[in-house]
């Protein structure tokens, strides 16, 4: 079964012998996926709604993975450290996202894995992750269908941490690689425009501030990434 860019990018950061559930699988291709794979112990998925448990249901029975676990529930609801010490969420908000790991006190363990494929608000996911102890072990951008994504793969480490402007809007994604760096310019035009529209309006605080040394940190990484011949 052939995947998306981007599921792609996220199944290769499942680890072998994983126990993986997929939340708010939708059509359940990636967990299709990674049950034929064989790279995993077991596969599981949930959705809050019942249309998409059947479509995804449908799938995995003409993909020939009858084997995945479907569960309907409100993210992680229904799910327990034992069924799963790896958990994707993706395709959602990262204000959604943030509240599905704060319900789930099992994720609360640094042999649990989270890969996550916020679409909007990644900035506020990273905030999230960092005040409620979550290292971020991996990163990187991809670009589909016009859009650029962020997949976070990370593990509790208790610690919590501050990130400043470049760790909030661009996390740990490099300009080494061109989606990579697409990521990157497309963050610095937003910033960018709201510092202008700031200035317009005649307003001068300490966000502004801050959003211009991000500015300044972004040129300076763009520039890093331009002499590396990306």
Excluded: W
């Excluded at 809007?169 to 700031?198: N, T």
Aim: with cysteine; glycine share 10%; charged share 30%.
């Amino acid at each position: 079964m052939a995947l998306s860019k981007r599921l792609s990018l996220i199944g290769s950061m499942v680890r072998s012998g994983s126990r993986v559930c997929d939340v708010g699988t939708d059509h359940g291709y990636l967990p299709a996926f990674l049950y034929k794979s064989g790279k995993c112990e077991s596969v599981c998925a949930t959705d809050i709604k019942e249309k998409p448990l059947l479509s995804a249901r449908k799938n995995l029975a003409a993909a020939g993975a009858e084997g995945v676990e479907l569960y309907l529930c409100d993210g992680l609801d229904k799910i327990t450290r034992e069924m799963a010490d790896t958990v994707i969420i993706a395709g959602m908000g990262g204000e959604v996202i943030s509240g599905i790991i704060a319900r789930a006190d099992f994720l609360r363990d640094n042999t649990v894995t989270l890969i996550l494929q916020p679409t909007t608000s990644a900035d506020k996911l990273r905030e999230f992750l960092a005040a409620n102890g979550f290292a971020v072990l991996c990163e990187k951008a991809i670009s589909e269908n016009g859009k650029l994504y962020s997949v976070i793969q990370c593990a509790f480490c208790e610690t919590r941490y501050p990130i400043d402007g470049v760790r909030k809007y661009i996390g740990f994604i490099k300009p080494d690689y061109e989606d990579g760096r697409a990521y990157i310019e497309k963050q610095y035009r937003i910033i960018e425009k709201r510092v202008e529209e700031l200035e317009n309006a005649g307003m001068n605080d300490y966000r502004q501030r801050e959003d211009k040394e991000t500015l300044a940190k972004l040129k300076k990484l763009l520039g890093e990434g331009e002499k590396n011949g990306v």
